[in-house]
């Protein structure tokens, strides 16, 4: 059974910093893809970032994010990670982490989420 845990969510002010954590089990982590998606209240879930591989060069951002967030992942821990810099108040939702495993047992797996919160 796949599980994926996160933390290091909650509440920080503008220009502040937090580091989420997903820790996965049940799956063979260095072969899946990662990624954090947030939804922010009344909007739509979005990417935040993705890194299919342990080559953090290869990671993607939605654009409102680059420069100020970094996801990696640590294989050896089975672990995902989102550094958030610079936060703005925009950036405040329920940050989710997702691992999608490739074919041919092709399936998504998600987090339970966590609240990043970011207000004066």
């Known amino acids: 059974q796949v599980q994926l845990v996160e933390s290091g969510g909650g509440l920080v002010q503008p220009g502040g910093s937090l580091r989420l954590s997903c820790v996965a089990s049940?799956?063979?982590?260095?072969?899946?893809?990662t990624s954090w998606y947030r939804q922010a209240p009344g909007k739509q879930r979005e990417l935040v970032a993705s890194?299919?591989?342990?080559?953090?060069?290869?990671?993607v951002y939605t654009d409102s994010v680059k420069g100020r967030f970094i996801i990696s992942r640590d294989n050896a821990k089975n672990t995902v990670y989102l550094q958030m810099n610079s936060l703005e108040p925009e950036d405040t939702a329920v940050y989710y982490c997702?691992?999608?495993?490739?074919?041919?047992?092709?399936?998504?797996?998600w987090g339970q989420g966590t609240q990043v919160t970011v207000s004066s």
């Open positions: 049940g799956v063979f982590f260095r072969v899946v893809a």
């Open positions: 997702k691992v999608s495993v490739p074919p041919p047992f092709s399936n998504d797996y």
């Open positions: 890194v299919a591989d342990g080559v953090d060069a290869n990671a």
